[in-house]
């Protein structure tokens, strides 16, 4: 195990981004047949997109539109020691949005996800301000850069569920989708910290709900017990209606040390979660990848990516997790060598990391 917070939250940053690369030529391929005829049988490294495909153009080891607005966000928290919401802003303002036109097959990355198309037509088309920007996508797009967030602020849980809530908001603002969001941030969170992915860490996270560290509204007892009969409802201790998506990651946690309960090979939980893209889908597969491979980089990323259908997504959701478990020294190198840019990524990664 790592033995610093810096090294494992570079760890988080740099597997998210290597995560983003590993899924840019194999990305939404949900025929697993046509992804095997296209890549073999077991996707190893970084690969090209095929022509046609989405991505098509770019080459093995580049980041997607993801990986390019994580930067983003990494960069604005380097620059200014902490979340500046207005710094960030204008990065989009002047960096990707001009670059966008709102169709699908456009911008940084050769693909522009739903919620970020629709933060275009509201931001450029409409030109609405920052704050009314947020549309309905149950997806994970949010996730996929307020990682960052999460790792800036691993020791400090009230700011980082205020600034991923905020954050994710500009984008996303279904609650369900925003309460997830924190949580996934929460969890990556502790394990920046050094806590264990396993059956014990929802219980933590319980505590700081009960403390008031985090806004989600809880009834019960210690251990998820029953309330006291008499005692009144707590004081709703944030927006968040439901605990729930902070549970989640245990329970995963518990199936992948069950010996009772296997998915052989790993890769097929994909199928047991399903393929889709809706956060729903992609939690459960990243904590059970992360719990079950929490000292093996290389087979959680590669069980990810195999899966096929948002695999990337996947990916990046399950390199951030396994990345802060083992830490940035314990990725194999030949992922940081074929990660283009990866200096500059990896600068400000151990920058991030020495904030936290």
Known sequence: MPETTKDRAAGAIMGAFIGDALG???HWYYDLAELRRDYGEWITGYTDPKPGRYHAGLKAGQLSQAGFILKLLLASLVSCG???EADFCRRMDKDLLPLLDGTPISGPGSYTSQSI???WRQRVEQRLPWGQTGG???????IERTLALAVRYAAAPAQLAAAITGNTLLTQNDDVVVSMTVAYGAVLGQ??????????LSNRLMKLVKNGALPFHAVTSDNLGPPRPGAPDPPRAGRFASPDALLTPSYMAAAAADPAIRIEPAWKVSIVYGMPCAIYHQ?????YLGARYSDDFESALLHAVNGGGQNQARAILTGALVGAQVGLSGIP????DGLEDCATLSGLAAELGAQA
């Open 24 to 26: 840019l030529g194999p």
């Open 82 to 84: 902490g979340y500046d």
């Open 117 to 119: 198309r629709e933060l």
């Open 136 to 142: 309905h996508a149950d997806t994970t797009e949010a």
């Open 191 to 200: 394990l920046v910290q050094g806590h264990p992915l396993d059956a014990h």
């Open 283 to 287: 939690l459960p597969a990243a904590y």
């Open 333 to 336: 190198q030949r992922f940081l």
